[in-house]
């Protein structure tokens, strides 16, 4: 196999097949009859010794060869793309452009849906794939071209990574709506030694880790009190609809299920908070379509930053040794990171 035997116009056509699972829906993208396509197939699977695509009854499906070499040159296709055309207007009603987010679990179900509309609506020919990647990973995945931007609880601090905090929220608790702490309680608003009395239930997503409710209970002295230990998010309201726990979930999360499952929503003492933030590498800074895309996120999540003193408030954090009486967080202590 001699790379400089390889005609590169015909990894337009690799890419389109990839895309499209169709040679003639690919001839038709790229204005080339079906047997043009047909060749150009035929001479890739004559260079590559693979057959790169398989015929089913539902249609191609690409072999391992294919999936590791198309979304590699498709990548490349578009950062070319991207070099030769400058900041020429994108059209978003007209444009087939393919996009790649990380998202967690819970960055599906807080995202996702609203995305998914706004893109199906104003950009209907794009595409946009989730890809699973590892928080520690994100930015190495940017660098790489593996996926275009990423949101969630991340802060990569490598050189090229460029970031725009969307909103700050802390954590709440939810309950069963019958479920108190005490028989005298009132109001929505759990003390340390309330939530000391509590079986609790937390979620520990691995592709946006983020440590702050397990540091919140280990400083509290609370872990364990720890029942249950969820690796996602989207079991915990029918667990504590369904049992006496209490789950820790981020406070977007709780408001957009609270009406499906009528739990109750409670204020934590001490609660951490943290910033959800919209990352991209240097790289795409100028991609005309990662442009539109990420004004696209802006206009639909981004939220007023509150400022630093109600900030630091809302993430203070407990002291060592819990007293009797709740202490009223202070504006000097750091929120969570």
């Not at 020919?125 to 969630?152: C, K, M």
């Not at 990420?294 to 939220?303: C, E, G, K, M």
């Not at 400022?307 to 009486?325: H, I, L, M, Q, W």
Request: hydrophobic letters at 45%; proline letters at 8%; aromatic letters at 8%.
């Amino acid at each position: 196999m001699n790379f400089r035997q390889l005609d590169l116009n015909l990894l337009r056509v690799l890419v389109a097949i990839h895309q499209t699972r169709s040679v003639t829906a690919a001839g038709k993208m790229l204005a080339l009859s079906q047997p043009a396509t047909s060749n150009a197939l035929a001479r890739l699977r004559y260079f590559f010794e693979d057959e790169l695509f398989l015929r089913t009854p539902h249609g191609l499906i690409p072999t391992s060869v294919c999936e590791q070499v198309a979304p590699a040159v498709a990548a490349e296709l578009r950062s070319l793309e991207a070099l030769v055309t400058g900041r020429e207007e994108f059209d978003p009603r007209h444009s087939h452009a393919e996009w790649r987010v990380s998202m967690s679990d819970l960055g599906e179900m807080t995202f996702l849906p609203t995305l998914a509309a706004a893109l199906h609506a104003e950009a209907p020919h794009t595409q946009l794939t989730n890809v699973s990647v590892l928080a520690d990973d994100v930015a190495a995945a940017l660098e790489a071209r593996e996926i275009d931007f990423s949101i969630g609880i991340l802060h990569p601090k490598q050189r090229g990574i460029q970031a725009d905090v969307l909103f700050h929220e802390p954590y709440v608790a939810i309950t069963a709506p019958d479920w108190t702490p005490f028989p005298e309680h009132k109001g929505k608003i759990l003390t340390p030694s309330e939530l000391a009395s509590a079986s609790l239930l937390v979620a520990s997503p691995t592709a946006t880790f983020h440590d702050s409710v397990r540091d919140m209970l280990m400083r509290m002295k609370l872990d364990h009190r720890i029942v249950v230990r969820a690796l996602h998010f989207g079991a915990l309201p029918e667990v504590v609809m369904n049992s006496r726990m209490l789950a820790i979930v981020p406070t977007t999360y709780a408001r957009n299920a609270q009406g499906r499952y009528g739990f109750k929503v409670w204020t934590l003492p001490y609660a951490p908070s943290y910033d959800v933030r919209l990352i991209w590498h240097a790289n795409t800074a100028r991609d005309p379509s990662l442009q539109w895309v990420r004004a696209l996120v802006h206009r639909l999540f981004a939220q007023p930053i509150p400022r630093k003193g109600k900030r630091a408030a809302a993430g203070s954090e407990a002291p060592e040794n819990v007293p009797r009486r709740r202490r009223a967080p202070r504006a000097e202590d750091p929120a969570p990171t």
